[in-house]
């Protein structure tokens, strides 16, 4: 499901406002944050992204609070943003 989870969303590094990559931040050690957050940029809600990967509700919102500490952002909206403003709007000379 990793693949899939996360298609669509590049792991090349994206900076954070402290400097240090969403990425790595999000995804070390830590593979099913990475699926979430995957799963959150193609648009799931928290109930669907517990069905697809198999997880408790309350499972999928350990994983979000854990993203959410240690990328810093406040919502879950933030990480797709982040990806999107930082890594496809250069490519697409915006």
Partial sequence: M???ACEGVSRDTHECPRGDSLHRRTSAG???ETEVVGLIAR???DAEIARL???SLWTVGDHLESVFEKTGVRSRGE???RLFFDHY???LGG
């Fill in 30 to 32: 830590a593979s099913r």
């Fill in 2 to 4: 990793s693949r899939d």
């Fill in 43 to 45: 648009g799931h809600t």
């Fill in 89 to 91: 709007l250069p490519r």
């Fill in 79 to 81: 990480p797709t943003s």
């Fill in 53 to 55: 990967l198999w997880l």
